[in-house]
Nanobody, 125 residues
């Protein structure tokens, strides 16, 4: 059974950092593309970052470029999202998702087949 579990969310002050983890079980993360998405209350889910099966192909939303970094640790079967210089507008539930064969726009949630349960990130002073 394919499963994704996110962790690492929390409350952080503006300008702070967090590292989110997306741990996979039942399959190898090397065989899929992984996307990170976020959804704030009252807003649509938006793509934040993506790492394809073949590094170093990574993609970022303009709103997080230069602040967030996606990476993969194959030995731990885990994908990370490093969040730096956090802003209040980064507050959202963050989800990771797996795409077996990612075609089209990486930031479109419909292109992903498996989802984690999400982890809350709150940026506030």
């Amino acid at each position: 059974q394919w499963q994704l579990v996110e962790s690492g969310g929390g409350l952080v002050q503006p300008g702070g950092s967090l590292r989110l983890s997306c741990a996979a079980s039942g399959f190898s993360l090397e065989s899929v593309a992984i996307g990170w998405f976020r959804q704030a209350p009252g807003k649509e889910r938006e793509g934040v970052a993506c790492i394809r099966r073949n590094d170093p192909d990574t993609y970022y939303a303009d709103s997080v470029k230069g602040r967030f970094t996606i990476s993969r640790d194959n030995a731990k079967n885990t994908v990370y999202l490093q969040l730096n210089s956090l802003k209040p507008e980064d507050t959202a539930v963050y989800f990771c998702a797996a795409a077996i064969a990612l075609g089209g726009d990486w930031s479109t949630s419909m292109n992903y087949h498996y989802w984690g349960q999400g982890t809350q990130v709150t940026v506030s002073s």
